[in-house]
């Protein structure tokens, strides 16, 4: 990760990483999209990311979503996200070795005036529920422990880190895609009204965007989707990842999906990333680049404390 990203990530809460992806990842993975079109779902209106019909982020249209990549047959593209050789470095930067993927992936494609989502994420959550309107006094909030940036003697760390790749062109006034830049560092917690109307406009800010371009942001950054506005489909696939000792999501634990249905697909990099949160020094697969190229690395333990907790656990880890 080159100075100026380190700089502008800690600045912002988010970075663009232009053309990470060449063309014809980006045209396999939609060809992919397509030939899997009916797996994807329309959000209820009961789950509609927007809650206030007058939302700045509420449209006629719902979102539409797509899960269950990594474990199509013809998913290689998306599986190969795990651990892309241009995308890894970020991952370290923003994560550390030992990221592991957390939330299960997922497509969201959108027809033109379809919703957005309205503003959410942020370090602190409402110590008040409910106060609102502009009468109401500022909430310093509570620690959403699960939503968290620091950065220590120069070392970035995100509790969870999303990676938005971009399969689709969007320009400005497009709508989708939205952050209030900074806002990982806030120190009060965001007002009911600005959740939903953004304040004057000029505090949200929607990047623009090219086919195989990604965005890392740390979910501690207030961040949303605009509706959309195109008359081209909107497509993009989101990841999140988190430190290799903290889990959020739940999806890897349900049932034997991966392990039957995604794992036998993956390579040993890829498979690393899709360990369950441990500690890296309990001898968890690691991912490395070396010469453009990814590879998987495990650091034995000490035999000895491992014999002893054998002896005592009856496996070889505390």
């Given at each position: 990760?080159?100075?100026?990203?380190?700089?502008?990530?800690?600045?912002?809460?988010?970075?663009?990483?232009?053309?990470?992806?060449?063309?014809?990842?980006?045209?396999?993975?939609?060809?992919?999209?397509?030939?899997?079109?009916?797996?994807?779902?329309?959000?209820?209106?009961?789950?509609?990311?927007?809650?206030?019909?007058?939302?700045?982020?509420?449209?006629?249209?719902?979102?539409?979503?797509?899960?269950?990549?990594?474990?199509?047959?013809?998913?290689?593209?998306?599986?190969?996200?795990?651990?892309?050789?241009?995308?890894?470095?970020?991952?370290?930067?923003?994560?550390?070795?030992?990221?592991?993927?957390?939330?299960?992936?997922?497509?969201?494609?959108?027809?033109?005036?379809?919703?957005?989502?309205?503003?959410?994420?942020?370090?602190?959550?409402?110590?008040?529920?409910?106060?609102?309107?502009?009468?109401?006094?500022?909430?310093?909030?509570?620690l959403c422990?699960?939503?968290?940036?620091?950065?220590?003697?120069?070392?970035?760390?995100?509790?969870?880190?999303?990676?938005?790749?971009?399969?689709?062109?969007?320009?400005?006034?497009?709508?989708?895609?939205?952050?209030?830049?900074?806002?990982?560092?806030?120190?009060?917690?965001?007002?009911?009204?600005?959740?939903?109307?953004?304040?004057?406009?000029?505090?949200?800010h929607q990047?623009?965007?090219?086919?195989?371009?990604?965005?890392?942001?740390?979910?501690?950054?207030?961040?949303?989707?605009?509706?959309?506005?195109?008359?081209?489909?909107?497509?993009?696939?989101?990841?999140?990842?988190?430190?290799?000792?903290?889990?959020?999501?739940?999806?890897?634990?349900?049932g034997d999906?991966?392990?039957?249905?995604?794992?036998?697909?993956?390579?040993?990099?890829?498979?690393?990333?899709?360990?369950?949160?441990?500690?890296?020094?309990?001898?968890?697969?690691?991912?490395?680049?070396?010469?453009?190229?990814?590879?998987?690395?495990?650091?034995?333990?000490?035999?000895?404390?491992?014999?002893?907790?054998?002896?005592?656990?009856?496996?070889?880890?505390?």
């Open positions: 990760m080159k100075p100026l990203e380190r700089f502008l990530f800690d600045l912002n809460g988010y970075i663009i990483v232009r053309g990470a992806l060449s063309a014809a990842e980006v045209d396999g993975m939609n060809a992919c999209i397509d030939r899997h079109a009916g797996a994807a779902r329309a959000r209820a209106a009961e789950i509609a990311n927007v809650k206030e019909k007058a939302s700045r982020f509420a449209a006629e249209k719902a979102r539409v979503d797509m899960g269950g990549m990594l474990g199509w047959e013809d998913g290689g593209g998306f599986r190969s996200l795990l651990a892309h050789p241009k995308l890894v470095p970020y991952l370290h930067a923003l994560v550390g070795e030992g990221y592991r993927m957390d939330h299960q992936p997922m497509v969201l494609l959108q027809e033109k005036a379809s919703e957005g989502f309205s503003l959410h994420g942020g370090p602190l959550v409402p110590s008040r529920p409910g106060a609102a309107g502009p009468t109401a006094e500022l909430d310093p909030g509570h422990p699960e939503l968290q940036y620091r950065c220590t003697n120069g070392q970035m760390w995100n509790s969870l880190v999303a990676m938005s790749v971009a399969l689709c062109d969007t320009d400005a006034g497009d709508g989708g895609f939205c952050v209030v830049k900074g806002s990982h560092k806030l120190n009060f917690a965001m007002p009911p009204e600005f959740s939903e109307f953004g304040g004057d406009g000029e505090d949200v990047p623009v965007t090219k086919k195989g371009d990604v965005i890392f942001f740390s979910e501690a950054t207030v961040h949303g989707a605009l509706p959309w506005n195109s008359d081209v489909q909107r497509r993009v696939a989101l990841y999140r990842f988190a430190p290799g000792i903290i889990g959020y999501g739940r999806g890897h634990l349900c999906y991966y392990s039957t249905q995604v794992l036998p697909k993956c390579t040993a990099a890829e498979a690393a990333v899709l360990q369950p949160a441990f500690s890296n020094r309990l001898e968890r697969t690691l991912v490395e680049v070396k010469d453009g190229e990814v590879a998987a690395r495990t650091d034995a333990r000490n035999a000895a404390k491992k014999a002893h907790d054998e002896a005592c656990f009856g496996v070889p880890y505390f």
